[in-house]
């Protein structure tokens, strides 16, 4: 790639060799051929016809020597053509050779673009052309010609002709507006090449001082480094004080990035640690555990920030104004920036000293890049549609993104270098490493003295094993969520305003807060949702107290315990990889282990005999698979217990709790492969779809099955539960099934997975409608028919509502009247799979009004006349027609009354008989049943019923308390 730059002297046959030079940014290079375009990786470039010139605008270097040139595209090139070419070093002179009379050829090209540009200015300074027949038309023709007399006013040759005419003008005005807008477009065009032939010229000077700005750059850099090495933005804090590591010991550099508020797990009441907290901070670190957490090595350094994520310093209080919202977010940005900006954490042995430079730190990541790291640079990465996945190749020395790949991996080598600096100056000209065998005055970059005296550790090598992150341990663990569970819940978390209404007032503010920021409780369900009682006080009167019910809807707010294992509960605590979102679990985990901990060793007589009669009967070789066995079986047979405890010592428990123990336990360590198989030959025989075999702390076998269309009730729009069976099994082995009963598949603490079919994770994942359960739905579901039957007896119905509305009126308000809405169910909906009752809305009085009879009536408008100051409207309204109003409401709004057949619930949505009809066209909205008195009250809903139902029985359940 060397070209001979040639000078001639004025004397015959005399030339002169100067110097032999290679392409340089700023040269003229003229295409030898017609050089064909090409998008690979050796080269990006549109074809170029032969003898074209173009400026080589830059040089892109890899390991010392050139690797892509590129060329800058023509100016007078069309604009969509205006990209820059990129040819691979190794194949440019095969196409292109140096044209030194590039600015001859130049210079050229814009005189004949500025004589163009005039030439197009002189005819834009004439008048259009005009066409040459256009004169014959400069009369207008009389609207009347040919006419008999002359005195006609128009005739039909007259108006053709005019016609003819204005045809003709507009054609010739279209023809000079085009003829304008072509020399206006080609002046444009001509202008705007004519400012990328002055820009490219620009840009030839510019190429020439590029080498200047670049050994410029190079000595801004030295001087940066020297700044550094002498201490200028380098500060040094001593943190603790002690005996130093040994001298032979090597510096190990941590890779990793480490916030304090995450190792230490200090001031949690406050929000963490912060950059203000430097002595809580330097108190925490003279324990050795926690500087060996920190700092494995007796001699090593690691990046650290005060805070990991933000912190609220100041908090936004009720009433504020914006202003000051806005100033206490800036504040609070400001505060978080400042502790998350990064230092060094030194340590030698007891000695550990905090080094902080702003000009180096806040830019690294992580100490050092990794052979990971390192390999990304030269990966290209793209997406593959037909495998959905990302296809990653290597970018080698062949490929035109070598330079570039290599340009940002030594970018990113600058600041791992220039962190290596700050501690090679500090040894030269300070006390902070004399304790170390490191000898002053070397060359900390030089690749033999970091393999003599320095140690990295990566990312790759601190994952020691593999575990899933707390997130994942948590979510398998709440799996097993259900009543009777032992909970540890982060009561700050838990208690939102819907979770626990009981503790806000009306205005939304948390009135009564909890005793404790955790508690561990047992769960108990109430309307069908898990929930537990939290003791709590009034926010600003500690000596009142209640207990609130606190709904566990935040997943992320509780763990349970029952399955909660102690070692697993240490890892997490103390693991690095599992504390970077420490906030979210670290007070729930402390609480979790602390009564982990004490149940096990309260437990600890049961574990071993568990253990020991495992080893006596031959069914456990492993220790630690005996262990596990045991672990297991406790906890299933705890979960029988009513108070959620097992007796002291085996020798105190009950004989059939001792053998659910050690049953537990074998079927842990057993194969039921034989037993597995029948139970699927005897579903097959019966047409059932096993999902999964489990066993209790009972000692009880149970099978879950996917129910059967007869065993699904058509108005509930999505089944998600199964058929739950205790199983027996015979002498001849075949089982046999009892206690039938709906229930969701679901992880339960009281419960062993002996084996899961296919179908199992599908019915695991499947949740109840608004968390009801099989029983409830129904019994929400039949509430049309129990209504239905109280319409049989009008005037008692009557009653009950004049009674019910007297009274609401009477508790509800002193200074206006109240009269009480009713809801009476009325049927069954299913709208966009989601089930709901069919209800109508009736106000108490008028429907007395109009069901009742005539004494009922009187009795009506005479509450009417005494109670309103002004009753002639509603006495009015008494005699209008009457006509309920037709409506839904979610199944798990309604809320029964005591010895009422009407309900309350949010009202969800109205709807007429058009708009019915629209929905049973569109297929979102079915009416699966309608009651007699639903028929005989809306009688325009009976054609819209899937089945319609003359007589529906009364249900087995005829009272609801919630």
């Known amino acids: 790639m060397k070209e001979l730059t040639v000078t001639h002297h004025s004397a015959a046959g005399s030339a002169t060799v100067e110097r032999i030079a290679g392409p340089a940014p700023g040269q003229y290079w003229r295409a030898r051929h017609d050089v064909e375009g090409r998008d690979d990786t050796r080269g990006k470039y549109n074809g170029v016809d032969a003898g074209e010139v173009l400026l080589l605008q830059d040089i892109e270097q890899a ?37 030194h009379d590039g600015d001859a050829v130049r210079s050229r090209e814009m005189a004949a673009l500025i004589d163009a540009m005039r030439l197009t200015q002189e005819a834009m300074s004439q008048p259009p052309p005009v066409d040459a027949e256009a004169l014959r038309l400069g009369q207008e023709p009389r609207l009347n010609a040919g006419g008999a007399t002359g005195q006609e006013l128009a005739t039909e040759d007259g108006l053709k002709a005019m016609t003819r005419h204005a045809d003709a003008l507009k054609a010739s005005a279209d023809a ?39 050994d410029l750059d190079r000595l801004r850099g030295m001087v940066t480094n020297l700044e550094i090495y002498t201490g200028q933005g380098v500060e040094v804090l001593p943190l603790a004080t002690g005996e130093p ?114 000009d180096v730190l806040p830019n690294v990541k992580q100490l050092l890049p990794s052979a990971a790291e390192q390999a990304e640079h030269f990966t290209r990465r793209s997406f ?146 898990p929930t537990i009682s939290v003791a709590t006080h009034e926010a600003f009167n500690g000596g009142r107290t209640r207990n609130v019910n606190v709904v566990l809807e935040e997943p992320n707010a509780y763990l349970v315990l029952d399955r909660a294992d102690a070692d697993e509960l240490r890892y997490y605590l103390q693991s690095r990889r599992s504390r970077r979102a420490y906030a979210d679990y670290v007070a729930v985990f402390r609480q979790a282990l602390a009564h982990v901990a004490a ?46 405890a097992l007796p002291a010592d085996p020798a105190d428990a009950s004989a059939a709790l001792r053998n659910a123990a050690l049953n537990a336990a074998h079927s842990a360590l057993a194969d039921h492969g034989a037993r597995v198989a029948t139970i699927e030959d005897w579903c097959a025989a019966q047409g059932w779809t096993p999902v999964a075999l489990t066993h209790d702390g009972r000692d009880r076998w149970h099978l879950y099955r996917e129910a059967t269309e007869a065993e699904r009730d058509p108005r509930i729009a999505q089944f998600p539960w199964c058929t739950r069976s205790r199983l027996a099994f015979g002498r001849d082995g075949v089982p046999r099934a009892d206690k039938v009963a709906m229930a969701l598949y679901q992880r339960r603490a009281g419960e062993e997975i002996i084996f899961a079919w296919t179908s199992a994770e599908r019915w695991a994942a499947a949740a109840a409608p608004a968390g009801l359960t099989h029983e409830r739905m129904l019994s929400l579901l039949d509430l049309p028919a129990a209504t239905s039957l109280a319409f049989d007896d009008p005037h008692a119905l009557v009653d009950a509502m004049i009674a019910s509305a007297t009274h609401y009126n009477r508790t509800h308000s002193k200074r206006f009247v109240s009269r009480e809405p009713c809801l009476f169910p009325i049927g069954t909906v299913i709208e966009k799979d989601k089930t709901a009752l069919l209800v109508i809305f009736v106000d108490a009085w008028e429907a007395a009004h109009a069901w009742g009879d005539d004494a009922q009536k009187k009795r009506v408008r005479e509450w009417t006349e005494r109670t309103y100051v002004n009753p002639a409207g509603a006495l009015s309204k008494l005699d209008r027609p009457f006509a309920p109003t037709v409506g839904m409401v979610e199944l798990e709004d309604i809320t029964m009354r005591t010895g009422t057949p009407w309900l309350d619930a949010l009202y969800r949505t109205r709807s007429d008989k ?37 007589i529906i029985n009364a249900p087995k359940e005829t009272t609801h308390g919630t």
Request: include cysteine.
């Open 63 to 99: 390991d010392g020597d050139d690797h892509v040139i590129v060329l800058a595209p023509h100016p007078g090139w069309e604009r969509c053509y205006q990209i820059p070419l990129r040819i691979h070093a190794d194949d440019f002179e095969k196409d292109w050779e140096l044209a």
């Open 914 to 950: 058009d708009g019915w009809e629209n929905g049973r066209r569109a297929g979102t909205r079915r009416l699966t049943t309608l009651s007699p008195a639903g028929a005989r009250l809306v009688p325009w809903l009976v054609p819209l019923c899937d089945t319609p139902t003359p």
């Open 176 to 214: 000079q507006v085009a003829w304008i807008k072509e020399h206006s477009d080609e002046l444009g065009d001509q202008a705007r090449a004519l400012a990328r032939f002055h820009q490219e010229k620009a840009s030839a000077l510019l190429a020439n001082a590029k080498n200047q700005l670049s």
């Open 384 to 529: 593959n549609w037909d495998r959905r996945a990302y296809d990653e190749v290597p970018i080698t020395r062949e490929d035109i993104d070598y330079a570039k790949a290599q340009r940002s991996q030594l970018g990113r080598l600058t600041d791992f270098a220039r962190v290596l600096v700050i501690l090679w100056g500090l040894h030269d000209r300070t006390e902070l490493l004399a304790a170390s065998g490191i000898p002053r005055f070397s060359n900390w970059l030089d690749p033999g003295f970091q393999r003599s005296h320095l140690r990295l550790v990566s990312l790759d090598s601190l994952i020691a094993e593999e575990r899933p992150s707390f997130a994942d341990y948590r979510a398998d663990r709440n799996r097993f969520l259900g009543a009777g569970v032992t909970v540890v819940v982060n009561l700050r978390a838990a208690m939102t305003e819907s979770a626990a209404p009981g503790a806000y007032n009306r205005n939304k503010y948390q009135a009564w807060v909890p005793q404790q920021a955790c508690q561990v409780a047992r769960v108990t369900y109430v309307r069908g949702r």
């Open 599 to 644: 149940r096990d060793a309260a437990e600890a007589p049961w574990q071993r005999w568990i253990t020991a009669s495992l080893h006596e009967g031959g069914l456990a070789c492993d220790e630690i698979e005996a262990a596990r066995a045991a672990r297991l079986a406790r906890a299933v047979i705890r979960a029988s217990q009513r108070d959620g």
């Open 245 to 358: 590591a040994a001298r032979d010991e090597p510096l190990v550099i941590y890779q990793d990035l480490l916030s304090f508020d995450e190792e230490l797990l200090l001031c949690l009441d406050q929000g963490g640690l912060d950059h203000t907290m430097v002595d809580q901070v330097a108190k925490a670190l003279e324990d050795p555990a926690l500087v060996r957490q920190m700092i494995p090595s007796p001699r090593g350094v690691v990046l650290v920030r005060f805070r990991g994520g933000y912190k609220e310093f100041i908090r936004e209080r009720d009433g504020d104004s914006a202003e000051r919202s806005a100033a206490v977010g800036r504040y609070n940005e400001a505060m978080t920036k400042e502790s998350m900006r990064h230092h060094l954490l030194y340590r030698d042995g007891a000695c550990i000293t905090l080094i902080s430079c702003d």
